[in-house]
């Protein structure tokens, strides 16, 4: 008897700082409670990013081939035997982090936390789980959601940052009537602004050094007025720093008229000076939300936060927002959010893709915010 041929499938697999390849890899049949999923569209995050140029994310290095990508968007094609929450033909959302359901944080429905987690195209754990930039991927079906009607793959494959953004507005329990400040206006930055929006902030401001994406930012509706900060040498020492961030942060609510500060803060750069900036900006009794990965260490004005009582909260992905998530990008609530996707790649030109996004415009002179990869 001749052995069973499986067919193959295309997948762009990282092997170093700026070594990627399109291989062909043998199409496994899903396994129990796994379901295969023909991916359609890929976003590309910052941290796909860092894999790409550097071969590694923060204390992350690459050490086997791996394949990128982890918001992602497609269509079942076949499932494994125990799978009743999708079939295939249907449309779903690619959760990529698989928790492992048996820890204290997986049962008190904090599963991001989770010491076992694995997430598609993190070199957290080795080996590494390969991501969404293939043709196909088996994927366990639990994390799979489907898509509303009216919510395209590349809505579906936004739901995915977005849902960074849910469980951080949820960590600061944003309610209707609060204002918001969000420093760093990229793709994180505008989603955010754009769920405050939602949920009913009374004032949504936004800061960033890029002037052209504040200008989007303010044109498109995502933020009612922006400040663009001014460049500035590098402080000679950490009292300088922590001095210009205070004078920064006054000068910036003195543009917004809200000298008393913001109530909540979403620090979506993890620059230094704007998380010093952030604490100084929220108002007494107000929230920061850390949610950009940057600055390893940073110093920061610990008594002004205390003596004010801001609360300096961090945030980790997300757990439990995909349905949440999906169903906000189908409302029509995030008003413009398709425009975050600004350029688009076939999956053979991945690489052209990441160079892209690491020049940050293309070569008309367009600012690049979201690229998608996948069936054009």
């Known amino acids: 008897m001749s052995p069973v041929a499986f067919p193959t499938q295309n997948a762009v697999v990282l092997h170093g700082p700026k070594d990627l390849r399109v291989e062909d890899r043998t199409l496994w049949p899903p396994r129990y409670n796994e379901a ?9 995050c910052g941290s796909d990013l860092h894999y790409y140029m550097h071969g590694r994310n923060g204390d992350f290095a690459v050490q086997a081939p791996m394949v990128l990508g982890h918001e992602a968007a497609g269509v079942v094609t076949a499932v494994g035997p125990g799978v009743r929450n999708v079939v295939p033909g249907q449309r779903v959302a690619i959760e990529a982090g698989i928790m492992c359901n048996n820890c204290t944080y997986c049962s008190k429905g904090r599963y991001n936390l989770c010491k076992g987690m694995r997430f598609c195209s993190s070199a957290k754990t080795f080996p590494h789980l390969d991501g969404t ?18 919510c395209s793959f590349e809505l579906g494959a936004l739901a995915e940052p977005l849902s960074v953004l849910l469980h951080a507005s949820r960590r600061a329990d944003l309610t209707s009537g609060q204002s918001v400040l969000v420093f760093g206006v990229g793709a994180i930055g505008l989603l955010a602004c754009a769920l405050a929006k ?45 001095r210009r961030a205070k004078e920064n942060a006054q000068v910036a609510l003195s543009e917004f008229c809200m000298q008393d500060g913001f109530d909540v803060v979403f620090e979506c750069t993890g620059a230094e000076p704007c998380i010093q900036m952030a ?12 949610v950009g990965m940057g600055s390893r260490n940073v110093m920061l004005p610990l008594s002004a936060a205390a003596t004010r009582e801001v609360d300096i909260h961090g945030s980790f992905r ?59």
Do not use: W
Not at 280 to 288: C, L, Q
């Open 36 to 44: 295969q999923v023909a991916v359609v569209a890929t976003g590309l």
């Open 133 to 150: 930039l293939q043709s196909r991927m088996n994927h366990p079906a639990s994390v799979l959601h489907p898509l509303p009607d009216n």
């Open 198 to 242: 939602s949920l009913g902030a009374s004032r949504v401001c936004a800061i960033d050094i890029n002037r052209a994406r504040l200008e989007f930012a303010n044109s498109q509706g995502f933020a009612q007025q922006v400040y663009c900060l001014p460049p500035s040498d590098r402080a000679k020492t950490s009292e300088d720093q922590l």
């Open 279 to 290: 604490i100084h900006a929220a108002t007494t009794g107000g929230k920061v939300m850390l």
């Open 318 to 376: 997300y757990a439990n927002t995909y349905p949440t998530a999906l169903a906000l990008l189908a409302s029509g609530k995030l008003k413009n959010v398709e425009k975050l996707v600004t350029h688009r790649f076939p999956l053979e030109q991945s690489a052209t893709a990441f160079d892209l996004l690491a020049r940050g415009s293309d070569e008309d002179g367009n600012m690049v915010l979201k690229v998608m990869i996948g069936r054009q």
